[in-house]
């Protein structure tokens, strides 16, 4: 492989990209029980929160001391609204392991003040010192988070104006288009890039372009995801779907 900056691992399956983010994650949590973990949401990440709650029944793995931050959440949605990212951390997560109410931070998307909102969840991540491990997946368009092209490499958690890509990619959750939220609340970029250590996961022939672009050798706003090879510490876990149509030097 071309010498980079970051790792890169290419698996055979969904299940592969699963199963070696969990047991990254797993070993830093052993390390560290009280560790701030930065979590996504979408269909790449409800595998990985299954295989996580299957290593954490097998290996009775305690999540009692880990504190969580979400990445976003919809502008306008209550955390009960069935459609909302909080309903599916919940169902896909939370209830399923033995981590404190108390120690899972949310973006509030209904707040009429989303500008407080937002500026109170950056402090409350900088209280506990800030996210050690994010998890990430990646936009068709290359966006993380719901930072969309364009958005500032310095960029802090705020509301945004989501694209029609994302809008459209996410429908499939929704009733109809239309009913897709056009404003999200979102942890920003520099945010993300503070974070001591980043997993992305990406799955699928639709991922390819995003991962192919991000790991091109310009790095540009135009594909948000390209920063994160200027991080210190990133890995890249992708499935041989996405890798097919990537051409790295070996």
């Given at each position: 492989m071309a010498k980079h900056d970051f790792k890169f691992l290419v698996v055979s399956s969904q299940n592969a990209v699963s199963?070696?983010?969990?047991?990254?994650?797993?070993?830093?949590?052993?390390?560290?029980p009280n560790l701030v973990l930065g979590l996504a949401t979408g269909t790449t990440m409800k595998p990985f929160y299954k295989e996580l709650i299957k290593h954490c029944k097998?290996?009775?793995?305690?999540?009692?001391k880990v504190k969580t931050f979400n990445l976003d959440e919809y502008s306008g949605l209550s955390e009960g609204d069935k459609h909302s990212l909080r309903h599916f951390m919940e169902n896909n997560f939370f209830k399923h392991v033995n981590i404190s109410k108390k120690n899972i931070y949310?973006?509030?998307?209904?707040?009429?003040?989303?500008?407080?909102?937002?500026?109170d969840y950056e402090k409350r991540i900088k209280s506990f010192g800030g996210i050690d491990i994010q998890v990430l997946g990646i936009g068709v368009n290359g966006h993380i988070g719901f930072n969309?092209?364009?958005?500032?490499?310095?960029s802090r958690t705020r509301r945004v104006k989501l694209s029609s890509k994302t809008r459209k990619s996410n429908s499939e959750d929704f009733p109809s288009l239309s009913s897709v939220p056009k404003y999200a609340l979102t942890v920003g970029i520099g945010t993300i890039m503070d974070s001591?250590?980043?997993?992305l996961l990406a799955v699928g022939d639709k991922k390819s372009w995003a991962v192919?672009?991000?790991?091109?050798?310009?790095i540009s706003t135009k594909v948000p995801a390209s920063i994160l090879r200027r991080h210190k510490d990133i890995e890249f876990i992708i499935d041989s779907r996405v890798a097919s149509d990537i051409k790295l030097l070996m």
């Open positions: 199963k070696e983010a969990v047991e990254i994650l797993c070993r830093q949590i052993k390390k560290k097998r290996c009775k793995l305690d999540f009692s949310f973006l509030h998307g209904d707040r009429r003040n989303y500008r407080k909102e937002c500026s969309e092209p364009g958005s500032s490499f310095k001591r250590k980043i997993l192919k672009k991000a790991l091109s050798k310009k």
